[in-house]
T-cell receptor, first 111, second 112 residues
Framework: SQQGEEDPQALSIQEGENATMNCSYK?????LQWYRQNSGRGLVHLIL?????REKHSGRLRVTLDTSKKSSSLLITASRAADTASYFC???????????FGSGTQLTVLP | EADIYQTPRYLVIGTGKKITLECSQT?????MYWYQQDPGMELHLIHY???????EKGDLSSESTVSRIRTEHFPLTLESARPSHTSQYLC???????????FGQGTRLTVV
């Protein structure tokens, strides 16, 4: 079964609005990562947050991590049509060697 | 731009054929992964390797096999392709120790 689950499954917003996606996971982790996937392409790494961090910023991206609730959120501010893509969270469990991905959120930003 | 390459990008083959999907990376990463992903769906880990001569099966049962004879190369082989193997196959690598993964562009396989 997948380690992470994203919520919502799909999100549609207007350009300029903020987009928030959530990720929940089941086991303890070393870190949590967010990736972006354009249709039919490979995934691209966006940001990594370690288990001892609570918040991290990168450009228009803001990620939070709550290890007590086993959840993370990705906020994209001032969204653009080019942000349209699927976004996945991935966890690096400290008891396993492999990176496991959630089910993804399909974000559509309307111009 | 990630230095990880998958070939072919698209492949249409007949049932029963043997195929090998290639994946190479020039970053010297120890960890490599194969994921299977149907359009718009989640990624399923089917194989991974944490070094030369070391391979493991992932969460999703797969009839494919992999090998890791060289650090940079992690090919995936289907001995006898079936329509149920139609999917996108994504290869990835990472340095390990909780670092980011780099993905290839994927191979979209269609078995007719």
């Amino acid at each position: 079964s997948q380690q992470g689950e994203e919520d919502p499954q799909a999100l549609s917003i207007q350009e300029g609005e903020n987009a928030t996606m959530n990720c929940s996971y089941k086991t303890s982790i070393n870190n949590l990562q967010w990736y972006r996937q354009n249709s039919g392409r490979g995934l691209v790494h966006l940001i990594l947050i370690r288990s001892n961090e609570r918040e991290k910023h990168s450009g228009r991206l803001r990620v939070t991590l709550d290890t007590s609730k086993k959840s993370s959120s990705l906020l994209i501010t001032a969204s653009r049509a080019a942000d349209t893509a699927s976004y996945f969270c991935a966890t690096d469990p400290d008891s396993a060697r492999q990176l496991t991905f959630g089910s993804g959120t399909q974000l559509t930003v309307l111009p | 731009e990630a230095d990880i390459y998958q070939t072919p990008r698209y492949l249409v083959i007949g049932t029963g054929k043997k195929i090998t999907l290639e994946c190479s990376q020039t970053m010297g990463h120890d960890k490599m992964y194969w994921y299977q992903q149907d359009p718009g769906m989640e990624l399923h880990l089917i194989h991974y390797s944490y070094g030369v001569n070391s391979t493991e099966k992932g969460d999703l049962s797969s009839e494919s096999t992999v090998s890791r004879i060289r650090t940079e190369h992690f090919p995936l082989t289907l001995e006898s392709a079936r329509p149920s193997h139609t999917s996108q196959y994504l290869c990835a690598s990472s340095r390990g120790g909780g670092t980011e993964a780099f993905f290839g562009q994927g191979t979209r396989l269609t078995v007719v």
